[in-house]
């Protein structure tokens, strides 16, 4: 999939090129940004965007490649080996498919540097694989930053298409979740937060009235 954007910035232009390829026997699917005003500001520093806004025109270019195995197999341990700890907060989590990411800009086509990080956080679309939608599923990416391992959840209602907000543009591996095993284990968390918040109501009362009892004793002498 291929998809070609360009907006309007100041007197320049920025062109935003979005390429996705597929390594499996899954075709790719359609990768877009959720606000193409924001991404484009997010990839620039402030002194290349003002020099675009006098009249210079630019160019981002992002390859996404998804992939059931990496070439780099230290990520993809890495990513696999994640998924036990997020477990113990989201609940079971399933490996879908990979995606390798390649982003570079240029400001007047002089010369292209990678782009590997933005300014903010940018809202990315992902269309699910088809053999991977569920109506009843939950969807998250886990992103490989040097060896540490996030987990960002969907921000959209939408049951095919999963939406994140991307500040690092790296490898990531989208998994899923039945919503059945989700609500077990919020059900579990629910009776953690319970016991804590009980806990921390008998140590107030505690110090209350070791303080009134202070008081009062102090009032007598």
């Not at 390594?23 to 675009?52: C, H, M, N, W």
């Not at 919020?186 to 009134?212: D, E, M, P, R, S």
Request: a negative charge; one cysteine or more; glycine letters at 6%.
């Amino acid at each position: 999939m291929n998809e070609s954007t360009q907006i309007t910035y100041g007197k320049g232009t920025i062109t935003i090129l979005m390429n996705s390829e597929s390594g499996t026997e899954v075709a790719a699917p359609a990768i877009r940004f959720g606000d193409y005003q924001q991404a484009a500001r997010a990839s620039f520093s402030e002194k290349e965007l003002s020099i675009i806004e006098e009249g210079a025109n630019a160019e981002i270019t992002l390859n996404f490649v998804m992939l059931d195995e990496l070439d780099d197999k230290d990520v993809q341990e890495q990513l696999e080996d994640s998924l036990s700890g997020f477990e113990a907060v989201y609940g079971p989590l399933h490996k879908g498919v990979f995606f390798e990411v390649e982003a570079s800009k240029t400001l007047d086509m002089v010369e292209y540097t990678e782009l590997d990080s933005l300014s903010e956080d940018v809202e990315i679309q992902f269309d699910i694989p088809l053999y991977l939608v569920g109506e009843e599923r939950n969807y998250y990416v886990i992103n490989d930053l040097l060896g540490v391992c996030e987990i960002e959840e969907d921000i959209d209602e939408d049951a095919v298409t999963l939406s994140v907000g991307a500040h690092n543009l790296t490898t990531a591996l989208l998994v899923y979740q039945d919503k059945s095993e989700a609500l077990k284990t919020n059900t579990q968390k629910v009776h953690i937060k319970a016991q804590y918040l009980f806990a921390g109501a008998i140590v107030l009362l505690l110090i209350i009235w070791f303080l009134v009892d202070r008081r009062y004793k102090k009032d007598r002498t």
